[in-house]
C-alpha cells in the first residue's frame, strides 16, 4: 500500500509567547521490509531560530525546534509519502507464559528493541490491581503468547468504550478503566499493564491509521487523527507483533509507525516548554490518502 499522509497540528496562545523549545516526533519511521518513507517535509510556522533532526534512543525521528522571539501561535505541518508492505504473519516457535518467562532470564541484550525495557514501570505507568485482575481473568496461560495478546485486546475492545469526550491526553490509566472508557491513548495504555502483569514485554506505538468511509459515504479530508496500538514480545523467534485495541485486531498495512515507546511521553508527538500567560488552543488534523 502506498499512502500520502499530512498532518497539521496548531498552537494558539491568549499572551504571546516569549519563548519556546520543543521536540516534534511526527514523522514516519524507515523501517526496512516494512515501511519506507520515499519522501518527508516537517515544517514549522513561524520559521524556528534553531532547528536539529536527530533519532532517539528507541530509533524515533525527532525534530527539535526552538523559537526566541516573541509569537502568538506555532504550527506544525507534516507530509510524506509511505509504502507498507504486509506483514508474512507469524514464524518460529511460538511459547507460552511460562516458556516466554524463561526466554526472558536468559536474554542480555539492551538495545532499543529489548523487551527488557518494557517490562516494568514507565514514567506514565504503574501496576494497577484491577487491570491486573482483568488479565488474569482473560488469559490461559498454556496458550501461545500472541494468541494471550489477541484474547485480552478482545476483551478490552468489548470492556472499553470508545469515548472521545471521557478523558484528556493527561488521564491515567487507573480512571479510564474505571470510567470504561477512552480513546486510543487510554486502550493502548491499559493494554499495555495487563500484558506487563502477566509478564508479557509490552510498549506504546504511535503512528497513523487508514480509515474508511461508511459504505456510499464520501471520504473526507482532515478528519483523521493519530492513533496509538500496542506492541508486545512472543520469544525469541517470533518477536514482536503489534495488536489495536481500538480495532480489535493485529495491526495490518492500514498502520503507519511514526515511533515506539513505553509510554505515550516516549512518543508524544509535541512536547516542550514556552513562556506565555493565559491559556493556550490547539486543533490537529490529519489525512491519510492511498494512493492508487
Given at each position: ?40 517535509l ?10 536539529h ?58 538495545n532499543?528493541a ?15 490491581a ?27 475492545h468489548?470492556?472499553m ?31 499495555i ?52 485495541p ?47
Amino acid at each position: 500500500m502506498l499512502y500520502d499522509i499530512r498532518l497539521t497540528i496548531a498552537h494558539r496562545y491568549a499572551g504571546s509567547a516569549g519563548n519556546g523549545r520543543h521536540l516534534l516526533r511526527v514523522l514516519p519511521r524507515q523501517m526496512p521490509g516494512r515501511q519506507r518513507v520515499s519522501a518527508h517535509l516537517v515544517d514549522v510556522t513561524p520559521h524556528p531560530d534553531q532547528r536539529h533532526d536527530s533519532v532517539d534512543f528507541f530509533g524515533n525521528a525527532v525534530t527539535t525546534v526552538t523559537h526566541l522571539e516573541a509569537h502568538s501561535e506555532m504550527s506544525i505541518r507534516m507530509s510524506s509519502r509511505v509504502e507498507i508492505t504486509a506483514s508474512p504473519g507469524f514464524a518460529g516457535t511460538q511459547l507460552d507464559l511460562a516458556e516466554l518467562r524463561g526466554a526472558l532470564t536468559e536474554h542480555r541484550a539492551l538495545n532499543a528493541a529489548s523487551p527488557l525495557h518494557f517490562l516494568g514501570p514507565s514514567p506514565r505507568l504503574r501496576p494497577i490491581a484491577d487491570i491486573a485482575d482483568f488479565a488474569q481473568m482473560n488469559c490461559d496461560p498454556a496458550a501461545p503468547v500472541a494468541q494471550t495478546v489477541a484474547r485480552l485486546g478482545e476483551a478490552l475492545h468489548h470492556f472499553m468504550t470508545f469515548d472521545a469526550s471521557a478523558t484528556t491526553v493527561d488521564t491515567d490509566a487507573a480512571e479510564a478503566f474505571a470510567k470504561q472508557r477512552g480513546v486510543c491513548q487510554d486502550l493502548s495504555h491499559i493494554m499495555i499493564l495487563a500484558l506487563q502483569s502477566l509478564g508479557i514485554p509490552a510498549g506504546y506505538v504511535s503512528g497513523y491509521l487508514r480509515t474508511l468511509p461508511p459504505p456510499g459515504g464520501v471520504r473526507l479530508e482532515g478528519v483523521d487523527a493519530m492513533h496509538a496500538w500496542v506492541q508486545a514480545w512472543c520469544g525469541p523467534d517470533q518477536g514482536w507483533v503489534e495488536y489495536d485495541p481500538t480495532n480489535a485486531t493485529f495491526v495490518g498495512t492500514d498502520h503507519i509507525v511514526v515511533g515506539y515507546g513505553r509510554d505515550y511521553s516516549d512518543v508524544s508527538p509535541v512536547i516542550g516548554y514556552l513562556r506565555s500567560s493565559g491559556k493556550q488552543t490547539n486543533s490537529q488534523s490529519v489525512d491519510v490518502a492511498c494512493v492508487d
